[in-house]
């Protein structure tokens, strides 16, 4: 057998069985399943013993994973994650236009997570899980949690609407300096306040504009159908767009920048930006407004 990962166990407040704690703590196998097989394989040791599904981790042990030669190796998702912030509870990170969120295709941002964040010492830590979505051509600002109450309360908050999401778009055609656009979106209830930061001439589209857009609400495609719905749709957007009006080969202009909200374990507020990706900035020479 060959050696692939080692993890030194950090310490606990409380002693908790191997199959719970070792949910993350490899690159190659995050899931519980995935655990499990290696166990049942023998291809986990700790301190040099074989482990067992009934071993307790108090803190401190070497925690050694093999690959055996005979059996076919893991497969492996190497996806580099751009980390803005992380404790034990939850984690900001950034997500590229052009990957799902989650999904059923092996390369997501949910199957990146583990690889990418520290493991959480907390009792009722998880798999990191999104707990909100980003459209797969947007790129920007996605919120993870990393233990279950944790993923319990964020949801909480963002269904009290105590998150704040700023998201800058670009769009097309001549628009009002600012508005409220409360167009129902699948007979609910949908707000966005947008103002124009920008405005250059276009060629090709009249006017294009860096705006900046606070959602109210979260329904799916808001922003799109929404700016839409008002005759000014977003650079890109090949689903929710006007005649003649298609950009094609650079993706969405959407980006989701800032988020903001109190820690629900901390008395602490968090104000977490992205700058503009640099499509923006080859349109619009502007940093970002929080």
Do not use: C
């Amino acid at each position: 057998m060959t050696l692939t990962e080692t993890h030194i166990a950090k310490t606990l407040e409380k002693p908790i069985r191997f199959q719970e704690y070792a949910v993350g703590i490899f690159k190659t196998i995050p899931t519980k399943s995935a655990i499990k097989k290696a166990i049942k394989k023998q291809l986990i040791f700790i301190d040099g013993i074989v482990a067992t599904t009934s071993k307790f981790i108090a803190g401190g042990e070497k925690i050694e994973l093999f690959e055996s030669e005979k059996s076919s190796t893991f497969e492996r998702l190497k996806l580099d994650i751009e980390v803005l912030f992380e404790d034990d509870y939850l984690a900001v990170i950034y997500k590229p236009s052009g990957i799902l969120v989650s999904g059923n295709k092996f390369v997501t941002i949910a199957n990146g997570l583990a690889q990418n964040l520290q493991k959480s010492n907390q009792q009722d830590a998880v798999k990191p899980q999104p707990i909100h979505r980003l459209d797969y051509p947007t790129s920007g600002l996605l919120l993870i949690g990393k233990t279950s109450s944790a993923i319990l309360e964020l949801g909480n908050l963002f269904q009290n609407k105590e998150i704040s999401k700023t998201y800058f778009a670009i769009t097309i055609g001549k628009m009002n300096s600012k508005g409220i656009i409360n167009a129902p979106i699948d007979e609910k209830e949908s707000i966005t306040k947008y103002t124009v930061i920008q405005t250059v001439k276009s060629e090709r589209f009249g006017f294009l504009n860096l705006v900046k857009l606070n959602p109210k609400t979260g329904r799916k495609h808001q922003l799109r159908k929404h700016l839409l719905s008002i005759g000014n749709p977003i650079l890109g957007d090949k689903e929710h767009f006007l005649e003649g009006k298609v950009l094609n080969g650079k993706g969405l202009y959407l980006h989701a920048s800032t988020l903001e909200f109190m820690h629900p374990f901390r008395d602490e507020n968090i104000l977490i930006f992205k700058d503009l990706p640099k499509k923006f900035t080859k349109i619009f020479s502007i940093d970002i407004i929080t």
